[in-house]
């Protein structure tokens, strides 16, 4: 059980429950929409950035535990930040889920995002944890297209 | 239905190496057959043997070997004809697997049969390969294609399946059993509404060649495919079986070696059917295997088979409902061994990810039936599904995993 329990850490499951800024929101001048074809699973990300800082971000959609809680993390990460430092994290974030099961975890770099460190142990559950990311990246960029995680 | 089980499920299990083991310190529960099934170990000794003696070219060689797996392979062929009730031998065309089969027909009668303003009738029970295929044909020659809804317990409505054959319905293709959610589809009386209106018919039979006695003839469709891999064959070999007049006058699919009488420099002659639609070397080894699976089937017998798994289904239906939140899709009678479920508002993927821990394996997302998802009002669903090798002690695994789930997740 102990793989399990690192992969669904108590913050995930509470996050799945209770997503944050679960919402439409109004104002947003960038938003994208993703897919995991694997699953059916879906989210769309809309984001209100000025000045080159994301001001509000929400997410919208349907997905398994991580894909909703990573959604919800990554909504509270990311807000305040500038366009820049999100992409960073979100590389970081995707370094991490990909990583080797040896490989040191930035935790001070990652913050909260750490709790996905038990992703890289199940391989086919990074496409779930990365899909909120890739969908805010195409938004960030306002490709029109919906992305997919394939 | 027989209510008894009268399969020696310990004595089958004992056929199926891979289900020795263990997943994760516990028993492998293999509830994942409508995807792929296992492999007994005269299909595993047969691809072996094959290998370690006979194997050569077929159709070309004057040699000893060469003749030995020409006979191998041909009487593969035989065996195929035999277990499917099809009285020609040539009407039997090998290739990769069910979704071949369907781009074969769509491509080598398809392509004239079909054109523009003409209809291809579906329904919301087929898999992507049997929808993809014909939105690439109907786009091509300018075709449009209708889709038969299915009633609250996911059979067809067969009321409007009538109502949409027209007389440019050129085709009706249809799965046989669905394997999102087991409905048996009545073949017969789908033929009979079609012949009304001078259709063709397809059946695709992936998830009924595992489990259920076939006969082509007596269904009376022109088109019949499916896949070895999940009736305890190899992967990439199935069956495209069509009335010898239909494979006499399609062209072929692929040109090449094989399936040439004559070639000049600008033209060819063909080989009759089937070979006609068998460019290449074909996959012998995995033929000969399939024989051997459907030797093995053939010996426990197709209705034992069913009657098995429609009784793991009953069984699983009446443990389940007291799981709180278990909710399953599907007919709650005549269905074959295919159980999708939703467990409360659980996702599928974290459903089967608990469930693996404990050493179950179960498919969860869309099963390739978007469409059908899309109808249900769910994006995935959860889906256990049975072989001869499955007992009630699978059953009980599953159910006891089901309410672990819960448990983890509260």
């Given at each position: 059980m102990s793989d399990l329990r690192e992969l669904y850490q108590q913050v995930i499951i509470e996050h799945s429950r209770s997503p944050r800024n679960f919402k439409d929101l109004e104002g947003a001048n960038h938003s994208a929409e993703g897919y995991n074809p694997l699953c059916g699973d879906q989210v769309t990300v809309f984001v209100v950035v000025e000045d080159g800082t994301i001001r509000d971000i929400s997410f919208k959609g349907s997905g398994c535990a991580i894909s909703k809680a990573s959604a919800s993390l990554m909504t509270a990460a990311v807000k305040g930040m500038t366009v820049a430092e999100a992409e960073e994290l979100f590389g970081r974030f995707r370094e991490m889920v990909t990583s080797e099961h040896d490989a040191e975890i930035d935790e001070e770099g990652l913050g909260k995002l750490a709790v996905f460190s038990g992703v890289r142990e199940f391989p086919v559950r990074v496409k779930?944890?990365?899909?909120a990311w890739h969908t805010l990246h195409a938004a960030l960029e306002k490709k029109g297209e919906p992305i997919t995680t394939e | 239905m027989r209510g008894k089980v009268n399969l020696d499920v310990a004595a089958?299990?004992?056929d199926f190496p891979i289900l020795a083991q263990e997943v994760k310190g516990n028993r492998l529960v293999y509830l994942d057959n409508a995807a792929s099934?296992?492999?007994p170990r005269a299909v595993l000794e047969a691809l072996n043997r094959y290998y370690e003696r006979d194997h050569a070219n077929v159709h070309r060689g004057i040699h000893e070997l060469s003749s030995r797996a020409t006979r191998a392979y041909e009487g593969a062929r035989e065996t195929v004809a035999r277990f499917i009730g099809a009285g020609d031998v040539g009407e039997v065309v090998f290739v990769r697997g069910t979704t071949e089969a369907i781009n074969l027909v769509a491509s080598a009668w398809g392509s004239y049969a079909i054109g523009e303003g003409d209809e291809i009738l579906l329904t919301l029970l087929e898999h992507h390969s049997n929808i993809v295929p014909w939105q690439l044909l109907a786009r091509r020659v300018g075709a449009q294609l209708k889709f038969v809804d299915i009633d609250d317990e996911g059979?067809?409505?067969m009321e409007q399946l009538e109502?949409?054959?027209t007389e440019r319905t050129r085709l009706v293709a249809v799965t046989h059993v669905s394997n999102g959610l087991g409905t048996i589809n009545p073949v017969g009386e789908?033929?009979?509404?079609?012949?009304?209106?001078?259709a063709r018919v397809l059946v695709d039979g992936a998830q009924a060649a595992p489990h259920l006695p076939l006969d082509v003839k007596a269904l009376d469709c022109d088109f019949y495919a499916f896949s070895g891999h999940k009736m305890c064959g190899p992967t990439g070999i199935g069956v495209l079986w069509a009335r010898r007049e239909l494979l006499e006058e399609m062209d072929p699919y692929q040109g090449g070696g094989e399936m040439i009488e004559l070639v000049e420099l600008d033209r060819s002659t063909y080989k009759a059917p089937p070979h006609k639609y068998e460019a290449g070397t074909p996959n012998i080894a995995d033929a000969v295997g399939l024989a051997a699976a459907i030797d093995y089937l053939t010996d426990i017998g197709l209705d034992r088979i069913g009657a098995h798994e429609h009784e793991l289904v009953a069984y699983a239906l009446e443990r389940a409902a007291s799981i709180p939140g278990f909710r399953a899709f599907g007919p709650g009678r005549g269905r074959?061994?295919?159980l999708s479920f939703e467990l409360g508002d659980l996702h599928p993927h974290d459903v089967a990810q608990v469930l693996n821990d404990r050493g179950i394996a179960v498919r969860a997302g869309h099963h390739c039936n978007q469409p059908l998802m899309r109808r249900?009002?769910?994006t995935a669903t959860t889906r256990a599904s049975f072989y001869l090798y499955n007992d009630r002690d699978d059953v009980d695994a599953l159910c006891d995993g089901l309410r672990a789930v819960i448990e983890f997740f509260s």
């Open positions: 779930c944890a990365t899909l | 089958i299990r004992r099934a296992q492999r059979r067809l409505r109502g949409l054959l789908i033929v009979t509404a079609a012949r009304r209106v001078g074959a061994g295919v249900l009002g769910v």
